[in-house]
């Protein structure tokens, strides 16, 4: 009884600083507002594509380095009562997540002027996503200091209440992006079968090369990401891209121990733990023009050419869906993957069988990945308190009771909000 006294009260310690630390950015963030510099601007209501390609030439982001010293992963024996893996080696120890990441000791890359360069960020929405893809924007907008531009691929049933959402927010808060709403689109001759792979809509991501045909960068994120670090730093690691690079992507694993795909994956896949797809950087432009290399024909394949025949050969072998596709098309190409430490992509798998992401324990938490729902539900607090805090404090989504909350942050004199309720 003891001991378990003793966790919830580290716990409840943990979850206190994350939220002072959260709050500390939300202000830090807000203070910057006025640097801005840019005109108010209407958002578009209907459907089109970005004009223009980035310039993507510049200083990569600082402070990115190679750690060689190792990790006391099971510094902790206190046991996880959370475990979405099984057969687990018998020395892998577990504990709660986020409690061995150094969340609040980030580097801060130096300031740099982009001009008024947007980052290109692009999420698919389907079923009950609508909360959870709001917040995340409301991360992006609240973290950034140069502007954005959303890509939101949803279900027609979400384009109202998305653009209700978006169009109540501030005009201070506004100038830092524009948003398009799109719907969700699937080869016609195989729409249903992409559709059903692993989620709803997840598959929409591989097409994004296809349909965005004027983007030429692009950022995808899943809904369940936040970010705490601003989007422009992680667009900065195009600029690290070398000629062959086209996409980026953190290691599913870095603990080969605990991994997945090398324990269990019936298919190729990258490297040695595989790559995880929620956040995922890409050059359209290189994807598009780039010939693959592949297992089912000595000629090289566009992407266009290679998603639907890999699809055909690999369905009853692939378990999670578009990321296994994925994993095989780099696998086969693996020099045109830039591979990003794991602390851009923070998962509760790096840290409930002991803390598995170095870069995070030494540097930061840049952008935390709440897979596995523990947004929603008690099994990982500190995943859950962070998430609560971008929720509750900004109160983005037009139904909530705190929405005026976020119009006394932006605008000293807050006019009239409708009333949804």
């Known amino acids: 009884m003891r001991c378990y006294l003793q966790a919830f009260l580290l716990c409840m310690v943990f979850t206190f600083f994350s939220l002072f630390y959260v709050f500390n950015q939300l202000a830090s963030s807000l203070e910057d507002g006025d640097d801005w510099g840019l005109k108010e601007q209407g958002i578009p209501g209907g459907r089109s594509h970005d004009d223009g390609h980035l310039l993507r030439k510049r200083t990569g982001l600082a402070g990115l380095r190679e750690h060689e010293e190792g990790l006391d992963r099971c510094k902790s024996l206190s046991v996880s009562y959370w475990n979405p893996y099984w057969r687990l080696p018998a020395d892998v120890c577990g504990v709660n997540c986020l409690l061995e990441s150094s969340l609040g000791e980030r580097s801060i890359s130096p300031g740099k002027e982009h001009g008024d360069e947007r980052s290109h960020l692009a999420v698919v929405a389907c079923g009950p996503r609508l909360e ?72 929409q991501r591989l097409f994004l090369p296809l349909i965005l045909k004027e983007v030429d960068s692009l950022l995808y994120v899943d809904t369940d990401i936040i970010f705490l670090q601003p989007v422009e730093d992680i667009w900065d690691l195009l600029s690290k891209f070398d000629s062959s690079h086209l996409a980026a992507m953190a290691p599913e694993h870095e603990e080969p121990r605990i991994g997945w795909y090398n324990r269990f994956a019936r298919h190729p896949y990258y490297g040695k733990t595989g790559i995880n797809s929620g956040v995922m950087l890409m050059n359209m432009t290189r994807l598009r023009e780039k010939s693959f290399k592949n297992d089912m024909t000595t000629v090289p394949l566009k992407w266009g050419e290679i998603l639907m025949p890999l699809l055909q050969k690999y369905k009853l072998n692939i378990t999670w869906g578009d990321q296994d596709l994925l994993n095989i098309i780099f696998h086969h190409n693996s020099e045109s993957l830039y591979v990003f430490p794991c602390q851009w992509n923070y998962r509760p798998d790096h840290c409930i069988y002991g803390s598995n992401c170095q870069q995070a324990d030494q540097e930061g938490v840049f952008i935390l990945h709440g897979n596995r729902g523990v947004y929603h539900n008690d099994k990982q607090p500190a995943f859950r308190a962070v998430y609560e805090a971008i929720q509750k404090v900004a109160c983005l989504h037009p139904y909530s009771k705190l929405h005026n909350l976020w119009f006394l942050i932006f605008q000293p004199s807050p006019t009239k909000i409708p009333d949804f309720n």
Request: glycine residues 0%.
């Open 132 to 203: 959870e893809t709001l917040t995340m924007l409301k991360s992006a907008v609240l973290f950034s200091k140069k502007p954005l531009h959303f890509y939101i691929f949803a279900e027609d049933d979400l384009h109202e209440p998305f653009k209700i959402a978006l169009d109540i927010w501030p005009k201070t808060a506004q100038t830092k992006f524009n948003f398009t709403i799109y719907p969700i689109t699937f080869p016609e001759d195989n729409a249903k079968e992409w559709k059903k792979l692993f989620k709803p809509c997840a598959s």
